[in-house]
């Protein structure tokens, strides 16, 4: 099985991944791994990559760009891909290459994709937590910094869908935004008037709020942490006029009774900034 065509819509271009790639690696090495250069620089190894535990798989276009950058003849053969569940003990990829560069970018290589294997592994648990409602489960802007773009790519993977990259693509007006234009059909006229082209919601904190902002016009409204029953009680007085967003707090145990109110949208923060990284080991076979 390969990436399917929607993933591979979200990988970032190569060039993209080579700049990322190489900022990591000059973190990491600097001048040089004076470790590695124990090893006789002409040595050539195979490694091979499983997992200890079950994941979803994220973060293989990474692994292998930082060996082809040290090594270009360096070639790896992948089992599972982006996207996919793995299982403890699994046999992911193998490595061959010159020994220097393995071991120089082992670290790196890892800490892609162990990091993005487990925010694709988090967003695969929210995704099966409301499996077979019509809801849309999106990332937000918490990301750790550096990595937005991987790991909206990692949510992806895991089944989960993107908010706004950052402030240049959506205008999400928030309470402070609010406060500052004076009021939300204030806020909202001023969004208009940029003839930004680019999708518009605001943030309400309570059904008085939310009325304003539909008789305002408001397309898409993002609800801060109203209870289940005021969440039920925001559907109801939307009448499908407007999309609406639940967001504040949502974690594994309360997303799907929030699903069940008839939210359009719920968007969790902790896709992207609590994530744990895969237990994964990559095993040096020899020459």
């Given at each position: 099985m390969t990436l399917t065509t929607d993933l591979t819509s979200f990988l970032p271009e190569p060039a993209v991944i080579a700049a990322q790639v190489a900022a990591a690696l000059a973190e990491d090495v600097g001048a040089g791994d004076l470790t590695a250069a124990l090893i006789p620089a002409a040595q050539r190894t195979r490694a091979e990559l499983i997992t200890r535990e079950a994941a979803t798989l994220c973060g293989s276009a990474w692994f292998e760009m930082?060996?082809?950058q040290l090594d270009s003849d360096c070639r790896v053969s992948w089992a599972a891909h982006d996207g996919e569940r793995i299982a403890p003990?699994?046999?992911?990829?193998t490595l061959e290459g010159n020994t220097r560069a393995?071991?120089?970018?082992?670290?790196?290589?890892?800490?892609?994709?162990?990091?993005?294997?487990?925010?694709?592994?988090?967003?695969r648990q929210f995704a099966d937590a409301v499996a077979g409602l019509p809801v849309r489960v999106l990332d937000t802007r918490k990301t750790l910094p550096g990595l937005r773009i991987q790991q909206k790519?990692?949510?992806?993977?895991?089944?989960?869908?993107?908010?706004r990259i950052g402030l240049f693509d959506m205008i999400l007006i928030k309470e402070n935004h609010i406060v500052a234009a004076g009021s939300i059909s204030a806020a909202l006229a001023a969004a208009r008037a940029?003839?930004?082209?680019?999708?518009?919601?605001?943030?309400?904190e309570s059904l008085a709020e939310m009325a304003l902002a539909l008789e305002a016009g408001a397309q898409l409204i993002l609800l801060d942490n109203f209870s289940l029953a005021q969440l039920r009680e925001a559907v109801?007085?939307?009448?499908?006029?407007?999309?609406?967003?639940?967001?504040?707090?949502?974690?594994?145990?309360?997303?799907?009774?929030?699903?069940?109110?008839g939210v359009n949208r719920i968007s969790v923060g902790g896709l992207t900034k609590d994530v744990t990284a895969v237990d994964l080991s990559l095993r040096v076979m020899g020459g």
């Open positions: 930082v060996f082809k003990g699994q046999h992911l990829c393995v071991l120089t970018g082992e670290r790196t290589a890892m800490n892609y994709l162990q990091m993005l294997s487990g925010t694709a592994t988090r967003a790519y990692a949510v992806r993977c895991g089944g989960c869908d993107n908010h940029l003839n930004a082209d680019v999708a518009i919601e605001i943030e309400v109801k007085l939307n009448g499908g006029r407007a999309q609406l967003e639940a967001s504040g707090n949502m974690n594994l145990a309360t997303i799907r009774a929030v699903a069940e109110t």
